[in-house]
């Protein structure tokens, strides 16, 4: 599973090689623990355009789809399994029409020993972005009005698999990680065979996994509201 994430540098700059054409004013600044429910940058191409454009846009984490009464039901789907998305009502249309990439500096995970949860920080040596697989979706608050910014929510979910390697050594599920190489074909609006582009990059994240780096960390990120740059730096083992 994803459960907390880490963006140490603007936006901007993390996307800067998967040639974003246009970027809202309003995304977040960097944050050392992004929680389920915190908004986040995603990118996604747009296909209301010819050619789609390719936007980085704020988005809240939790998928809200656009059936849903009121964005609470967000809370409990900030993670997809990827195994299972044309299976579950909740994320089977996204997964065939609005694929994201979230651009994040690392991510946290938390391996259990004994009855203790122990914090470590997976990310790729020096300050290189990581891409997670994502899907988004956009909701309807009837209440706002038209014309309203705050009117349409667009939210996302980060897809997991099985985890491998040194992954596996921390949990059973690791997110889908995207290869910037493979960025393109992951968002592309027009794609046909969407379960060959999953299983595409299903089969290429372990090559991602394998050059990242583990290293354990304070449990303070376990508080959401700690939030600096001291929550990534190691820790002797507890």
Avoid at 142 to 164: E, H, V
Wanted: aromatic fraction near 8%; hydrophobic fraction near 40%.
């Amino acid at each position: 599973m994803c459960g907390r994430f880490v963006v140490a540098r603007p936006a901007e700059e993390l996307v800067s090689v998967l040639a974003v054409d246009q970027r809202s004013d309003r995304l977040p600044l960097p944050s050392f623990n992004v929680a389920p429910t915190a908004t986040a940058a995603i990118v996604l191409d747009s296909a209301k355009t010819d050619p789609p454009t390719r936007r980085l846009e704020p988005a809240r984490w939790g998928l809200v789809p656009g059936w849903a009464k009121d964005p609470s039901i967000g809370v409990r789907a900030f993670n997809a399994r990827a195994e299972e998305l044309e299976d579950k009502p909740m994320f089977r249309n996204a997964f065939h029409a609005r694929r994201a990439i979230v651009p994040v500096s690392g991510y946290y995970e938390w391996k259990q020993d004994a009855g203790t949860k122990t914090p470590h920080y997976i990310h790729p040596a020096g300050d290189a972005p990581l891409f997670l697989a994502g899907l988004y979706e956009w909701w309807k608050d009837a209440s706002k009005p038209d014309g309203d910014p705050d009117r349409w929510l667009l939210s996302f979910t980060i897809l997991t698999r099985d985890s491998i390697g040194a992954l596996g050594s921390v949990h059973d599920r690791m997110p889908l990680f995207v290869d910037e190489d493979f960025a393109d074909a992951w968002l592309d609006t027009d794609t046909d065979n969407v379960r060959d582009v999953l299983d595409a990059a299903m089969d290429a994240a372990p090559a991602v996994a394998d050059t990242l780096e583990v290293e354990i960390v304070s449990p303070r990120v376990g508080d959401a509201r700690n939030d600096d740059p001291g929550l990534i730096d190691p820790v002797s083992e507890p």
